[in-house]
């Protein structure tokens, strides 16, 4: 079955500093890839789409220069969170979708980033 | 306004019985409806997709329906376990645009042994 894995599970740091999360596909390759975000007890809120060699779009809301997002293959997402602050700290969760043919109506989701800012 | 609403409030079962959980959405045309199993501190993991022009899909003990008329999806769990004990997610597939989902807030179901 499709895999996306995530790194790293978890991740405390302090305020001002900067948070890589990596997002892989491990048996397909997929062309688009969804950051989400879910805060306690709350559902899974889009933050932004990417697609392999192209900018990312960000949900109305979402700052795209604090969360940097790079599609650099068709294998591999990154979320860079810039200056994390405490409101910051959240459950990141990515997803992705195969390119062409069956199987591309299902996302795919990555086990989650738990993000701590101290 | 665009909403889509699971039961709020944690549904107990006792083991054996059949778990149904409700999907309402409001003001969307889904082309697909999805369901996935989320466990606390875990992404969320697909269990069954349906689309728009189906009535019913089954996966072993799973069964989904999808009403567009009434803009419902129902999501049964037959001989339900104590490890079937999770929050379960409905999410709306546009068929358009970027084709991200859409998520319910989800409804837990706690099954008793």
């Known amino acids: 079955g499709a895999v996306v894995s995530q790194h790293p599970s978890w991740v405390i740091c302090k305020s001002g500093t900067s948070v890589k999360i990596e997002c892989r596909s491990l048996d397909f390759q997929a062309t688009t890839m969804f950051w989400y975000r879910q805060f306690p007890k709350q559902s899974l809120m889009l933050m932004a789409t990417s697609n392999e060699g192209s900018k990312a779009t960000y949900e109305q809301g979402v700052e795209k220069d604090k969360f940097l997002i790079n599609h650099a293959s068709l294998t591999l997402s990154t979320l860079t969170v810039t200056s994390a602050h405490p409101e910051d700290s959240s459950f990141y969760i990515c997803?992705?979708?195969?390119?062409?043919?069956?199987?591309?109506?299902?996302?795919?989701f990555g086990p989650g980033t738990r993000l701590t800012v101290l | 306004s665009q909403k889509i609403e699971q039961n709020s409030e944690a549904l107990n079962i006792q083991e054996g019985k059949t778990a149904t959980l409700t999907c309402n959405y409001t003001?969307?045309?889904?082309?697909?409806l999805q369901w996935y199993r989320q466990d606390p501190g875990r992404g969320p993991v697909f269990l069954l997709l349906i689309r728009e022009n189906e009535k019913e899909k089954r996966k072993e003990r799973l069964k989904v329906t999808f009403d567009t008329t009434l803009k419902q999806s129902l999501f049964h769990i037959t001989a339900s376990q104590p490890a079937d004990s999770a929050t379960y997610l409905c999410a709306l597939d546009m068929k358009a645009g970027r084709r991200a989902l859409t998520f319910g807030s989800g409804t837990r179901l706690q099954v008793q042994p």
């Open positions: 003001n969307y045309s889904p082309a697909y």
């Open positions: 997803s992705a979708r195969a390119g062409g043919g069956a199987g591309t109506d299902t996302q795919y």
